[in-house]
C-alpha cells in the first residue's frame, strides 16, 4: 500500500463546530505532516509529527490541535475556527523526518462558514 | 525568513513545445525536491537531487540542480497535455531537514 488517504474529502463547518481531519497511511513511514495549501498558493507546513511525537508546530493558532494516535494515524481536531481557515488540508509521510520525499493525501477541502 | 521563489508564476504553451521553471532560494539548500500538483490534486514527488551541479532526467523531464546549490530547474521537452499542473520546488528550512519549504509555483497550461 504506498498511498495516504484523507477523511472527510469536503468539510463545512460554521465557527462554533468542533471537527476532526483524520489521515492514514501503511507505507510504515515514521513522519507524518499537516499543510494547509490556499488556492493558487503552496502548500504551507503546519505541524511535523516524528515517531509519533510532535517535532515542529509552526506557530499554529490553538484552533487547530494535532493528534498522533499511532504510528499510521493523524488526526487534526478543529475548533472555532474562522473563515480565513477555509483551505485544502493536505497531510503527508515520509520514511523518516530527514530529507525523504514525501507522499500526499488527497487533502480534505474545508469550508468555514 | 528562507524564501524560495520560481520563475515564472504562469506559462501558456502550445503541445510540442518545450517548458522551463526556475528556483531560487535565499539560502544554500542541502538538497532541493520537485513536486507537481495536477489541477484538484495533490502533490506528487517527482524528485530529489542532492549534489551540486547534480543534473537528473525522468524521460521528458531534465531537471539541475545549481553549482552554488541555491538555484534549481525543471525542463520538459515537447510537452504534451498531461503536463498540465503546477510545479514546486521545495527545500529544507536551515538546519531542519524535515521542514520543507515549497517554492510559489509554476503552473503550466499546455494547449493541444
Known amino acids: 500500500d504506498t498511498e495516504v488517504t484523507q477523511t472527510p474529502k469536503h468539510l463545512v463547518m460554521g465557527m462554533t463546530n468542533k471537527k476532526s481531519l483524520k489521515c492514514e497511511q501503511h507505507?510504515?513511514?515514521?513522519?507524518m505532516y499537516w499543510y494547509k495549501q490556499k488556492a493558487k498558493k503552496p502548500p504551507e507546513l503546519m505541524f511535523v509529527y516524528s515517531y509519533e511525537k510532535l517535532s515542529i508546530n509552526e506557530s499554529v493558532p490553538s484552533r487547530f490541535s494535532p493528534e498522533c494516535p499511532n504510528s499510521s494515524l493523524l488526526n487534526l481536531h478543529l475548533h472555532a475556527l474562522q473563515p480565513e481557515d477555509s483551505a485544502l488540508y493536505l497531510c503527508?509521510?515520509?520514511?523518516?523526518?530527514?530529507?525523504?520525499?514525501?507522499?500526499f493525501g488527497p487533502g480534505t477541502r474545508l469550508t468555514v462558514l | 525568513g528562507q524564501q524560495v521563489m520560481q520563475i515564472p508564476q504562469y506559462q501558456h504553451v502550445q503541445e510540442g513545445e518545450d517548458f522551463t521553471t526556475y528556483c531560487n532560494s535565499s539560502?544554500?539548500?542541502?538538497?532541493i525536491q520537485w513536486y507537481k500538483q495536477r489541477p484538484g490534486g495533490h502533490p506528487v514527488f517527482l524528485i530529489q537531487l542532492v549534489k551540486s551541479g547534480e543534473v537528473k532526467k525522468q524521460k521528458r523531464l531534465t531537471f539541475q540542480f545549481g553549482e552554488a546549490k541555491k538555484n534549481s530547474s525543471l525542463h520538459i521537452t515537447a510537452t504534451q497535455t498531461t503536463d498540465v499542473g503546477t510545479y514546486f520546488c521545495a527545500g529544507p528550512a536551515g538546519g531542519a531537514t524535515n521542514k520543507l519549504i515549497f517554492g510559489t509555483g509554476t503552473l503550466l497550461a499546455v494547449q493541444p
Open positions: 503527508a509521510s515520509s520514511l523518516s523526518a530527514t530529507s525523504h520525499e514525501q507522499f
Open positions: 507505507m510504515g513511514h515514521r513522519a
Open positions: 539560502t544554500t539548500l542541502s538538497n
